[in-house]
């Protein structure tokens, strides 16, 4: 493995180093990472390697401006006050939800449902569309790459309706098996659920194949696009898919927000899902006309603030260009799995085809918690446990892996602070 | 800063690698399972309890070092004393691990104060407390699982 002598301070140059490869400079992460404030910061006395952005990304200064001058500024509710701040505050809801329909190439930005994040998104699909479609001796698909969010959902729905939920299986490589997909597909499959990108190994679905193959039997999918939209961004129309979800807070915007895109005729069809204020045209005791899409999904007040920082995620992710991002984290991957694999007793978890933002591992037999702690008093923020995919562990053997996720503004260094604490951790428990 | 090595002291290295202790008890009395949500850990306590005092204590199961460690030292420390002994010392013993032995009588806690380092890893406290919840979960004659939440 290769690693540069040049980054946290007072740290000791490895021996036995060979210059790293570098990524292209096409894309200036240094520069990138000026922008996030939090990644200043020391903890325990060193720099913050921060590789924890598959739970969730930091936040730019564009964002927590946004965000703030929106309080400052243009605070009010939304579509209820005559006054200027009622408007323009509508006015700018309005726009952050067309700037999320051109980020996903959704045809109509009435397609587009503010949420609360992923598993709201497909929760609201679960008991709308799952509802009416699904009964009694049908079947949901969904696969063991799929975090809990996109499991449990549909395990309900079929508790509830007396319907079976089935699984297509991953191979020891952890990509999908798509001959048993096929096999799976039948007359009472009433719905796909499939991962974008896994966030347990970084596997990288082929939608494409995927969607195609459901499509054929005329059963609708819906992709789980947490890990995807930050890594690949997505194309809605072109993708044939029928429901995307996904969350603001792992795409550099805050927490609260996220977003479910859904194809019209489906939404104008599906019940609504929560009753309250602005999701109503009128209401008497006998009768309740529902309003007009979106806002028929969107009981109550929403994250005004949210949806505005969102918003500015997507210009800011634009700004830097989504392929320039997607390149720079594809050699940094590339990097971080050269290194652990050349490392001493360490194992990789999962070596799927095409890989975006994840590498799990193992250090020998060291549980993953305790390799997680150590890399915290090296400055290294990993994740360590099941990572919401307890079904993909069991799968796997196990009940645990350390997790390093990267993000736009993370580094070669990054990845050599990883493997210098990966080699503390064995030191320790040698 | 607090080092590592206040976490990791020796003995804690040491019983995490080599429990003692290990493995399932014959004619056992009483058995419960703790269960990590956060990590997906589990560690079963099996007992033999006789005329009101644990004559032998086991557990089996997989943790990180601290938990494992913790399962070691606490079934060394449990033979040949009674419930209400065992749950008195889990209240200083649990004192320990949130407040530090500033907070405690660590004399009283014998070998168990080697877990002194652990209220400085705020997220490792589940960790060592997980088999004592599953020990007294036991000798209260429960046998679910439990967790740690
Ligand atoms: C693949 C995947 N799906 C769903 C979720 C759930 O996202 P959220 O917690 O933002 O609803 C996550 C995030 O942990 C994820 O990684």
């Known amino acids: 493995m290769s690693v540069s002598g040049t980054s946290a301070a007072g740290e000791k140059r490895l021996s036995?180093?060979?210059?790293?490869r570098r990524p292209a400079p096409a894309f200036?992460?240094?520069?990138?990472?000026?922008?996030?404030?939090?990644?200043?910061?020391r903890v325990h006395g060193r720099p913050l390697v921060y590789l924890d952005n598959a739970a969730t990304t930091q936040k730019p200064r564009a964002v927590i401006d946004a965000i703030s001058r929106y309080y400052e500024e243009d605070n009010a509710n939304v579509h209820r006050g005559v006054h200027l701040l009622s408007e323009r505050a509508t006015r700018r809801h309005d726009e952050a939800r067309k700037r999320v329909a051109r980020f996903i190439g959704a045809p109509d930005p009435r397609e587009v449902i503010f949420?609360?994040?992923?598993?709201e998104a497909v929760n609201l699909v679960a008991q709308t569309f799952g509802r009416t479609r699904v009964g009694a001796g049908d079947e949901v698909l969904v696969t063991e790459l799929e975090h809990h969010?996109?499991?449990?959902?549909?395990?309900?729905?079929?508790?509830e309706k007396g319907a079976r939920l089935r699984v297509v299986p991953v191979t020891d490589t952890g990509d999908l098996d798509l001959d048993a997909l096929e096999a799976l597909l039948g007359p009472r499959t009433r719905l796909l659920a499939v991962t974008q990108v896994s966030n347990a190994l970084g596997t990288v679905n082929p939608l494409p194949e995927i969607i195609a193959r459901a499509k054929a039997r005329g059963v609708p999918v819906?992709?789980?696009?947490?890990?995807?939209?930050?890594?690949?961004?997505?194309?809605?129309?072109?993708?044939?898919?029928d429901f995307y979800a996904f969350s603001g807070h792992k795409l550099y915007g805050p927490t609260g927000v996220g977003v479910l895109w859904g194809r019209r005729e489906h939404l104008e069809a599906m019940p609504p899902w929560q009753g309250g204020g602005d999701m109503i045209l009128s209401v008497t005791f006998e009768k309740t006309i529902y309003n007009a899409l979106p806002h028929k999904f969107e009981a109550g007040t929403p994250d005004i603030a949210g949806a505005i920082g969102l918003a500015a995620a997507i210009d800011y992710v634009d700004g830097l260009g989504l392929e320039a991002i997607a390149a720079h984290e594809?050699?940094?991957?590339?990097?971080a799995v050269d290194a652990l694999e050349a490392e001493e007793g360490v194992r990789l978890v999962g070596t799927p085809r095409e890989r975006a933002g994840v590498v799990s591992f193992l250090v020998g037999d060291v549980h993953p918690h305790d390799v997680g702690t150590v890399l915290d008093r090296h400055g290294v923020a990993v994740r360590a446990g099941h990572h919401c995919a307890q079904p993909l562990m069991q799968r796997l053997g196990l009940a645990a892996t350390a997790r390093a996720s990267f993000g736009l503004y993370n580094t070669p260094e990054d990845v050599d602070a990883l493997v210098r604490g990966i080699r503390a951790v064995r030191e320790m428990f040698a | 800063m607090s080092e590592l090595t206040d976490l990791y002291q020796e003995v804690v290295l040491d019983h995490g690698k080599r429990p003692r202790n290990y493995g399932p008890l014959e004619g056992a009395t009483h058995r419960a399972e703790g269960l990590n949500p956060l990590c997906g850990d589990r560690i079963a306590v099996q007992a033999r309890l006789e005329d009101g005092v644990v004559r032998d204590v086991r557990f089996e199961g997989s943790g990180c070092a601290i938990s494992k460690a913790s399962a070691s030292v606490m079934t060394g420390f449990a033979k040949g004393r009674t419930p209400a002994e065992i749950d008195a010392v889990f209240e200083q013993f649990h004192r320990l691990v949130?407040?530090?032995?500033?907070?405690?009588?660590?004399?009283?806690?014998?070998?168990?104060?080697?877990f002194g380092g652990v209220h400085e890893y705020p997220t490792r406290v589940k960790c060592a407390s997980l088999p004592w919840h599953?020990?007294?979960?036991?000798?209260?004659?429960?046998g679910e699982a439990i967790s740690t939440e």
């Open chain 2, 134 to 142: 599953a020990l007294r979960q036991a000798l209260r004659g429960g």
């Open chain 1, 16 to 20: 036995g180093a060979a210059p790293a």
């Open chain 1, 330 to 335: 594809r050699e940094l991957l590339a990097l």
């Open chain 1, 28 to 41: 200036d992460a240094a520069r990138a990472r000026e922008d996030f404030p939090i990644l200043r910061q």
């Open chain 2, 98 to 114: 949130t407040e530090g032995p500033g907070a405690v009588d660590a004399e009283s806690l014998g070998k168990l104060a080697v």
């Open chain 1, 115 to 119: 949420v609360r994040g992923t598993t």
């Open chain 1, 222 to 241: 819906l992709v789980d696009g947490a890990q995807g939209a930050p890594h690949l961004g997505f194309d809605a129309a072109a993708s044939g898919a």
């Open chain 1, 149 to 159: 969010s996109n499991i449990v959902p549909w395990q309900m729905l079929c508790q």
